[in-house]
């Protein structure tokens, strides 16, 4: 695992990563570590976006499936003919 230092941390960042870090009951540097994680992604990460983006595009298209749902029309007319 490698090793990240930081020089030159205003201190008000520092005193409010601090806190943070206090309030989650964490180190500082696990902290940083736990902010790093959600807001820097990875390959991995992003790979797992793009495929998402790729899912949600198809869903939108409709080309995603080949059934035709019925209109809300045609389902009050089914569900008043129960």
Excluded: C, W
């Amino acid at each position: 695992m490698a090793t990240l230092y930081v020089e030159n941390v205003p201190d008000e960042l520092y005193r409010a990563l601090r806190d943070r870090a206090r309030d989650g009951h964490r180190s500082i540097a696990a902290e940083v570590v736990a902010l790093l994680e959600q807001n820097v992604p990875t390959e991995k990460e992003l790979r797992a976006r793009r495929k998402l983006m790729q899912k949600l595009g198809q869903l939108h298209s409709g080309k995603h499936s080949k059934k035709r749902f019925p209109s809300s029309e045609e389902m009050l007319r089914a569900d008043r003919a129960r």
